[in-house]
């Protein structure tokens, strides 16, 4: 029998992002995101007129590479009329409210991926229909890559 990964079902808010968009692979993840989460913190509290408005926020999407995903690393901010961007390094995506499957990534990111399958699995065991590459990771305790303390909810979009 499969080991089972304990998830909820969940209705999230929409909300609306400063985000930087990348078509890499997996293994390019860590290296990216390095490069891109003190940009575009340092681009969202000092060169936007506004506010954050909760954690980073990784999303996952289909490439129309082989072996590459579309990675979008977000940081929420408080949305409001005319707000300007002074980088073509970023957008501003407003996202909509969604249906996910949701459970939480205790520790090191060498293991999210094993987290992942398992929620997936779990979701298609339970007769949900959450297609594998469309998911998000909040990063909701961090501290490091490795650190065992980290604390990342992850996300599955169920499709109607």
Known sequence: MAQQTSF????TPNYTALCHTRDI??????????EVIPQIWEHALNKLDT???????????PSEKPD???LTIAIPIVPKDGLELSSSDYQIK????AKVASTEHPGSMTTIGQSWEK??????????????????????????HESPDNRTEIQALIMD
Do not use: M
């Open 8 to 11: 909820i079902i969940k209705d």
């Open 25 to 34: 692979t997996f293994a390019q993840i860590p290296e990216v995101a390095g």
């Open 51 to 61: 506010c954050t408005a909760g954690p980073v926020v990784f999303s996952y999407e």
């Open 68 to 70: 590459h995903i579309q």
């Open 94 to 97: 407003h996202y909509p409210p």
């Open 119 to 144: 929620l997936f699995q779990s979701t298609k065991e339970a007769g949900l229909n959450c297609e594998c590459g469309n998911g998000r990771e909040i990063y909701t305790h961090w501290i490091s």
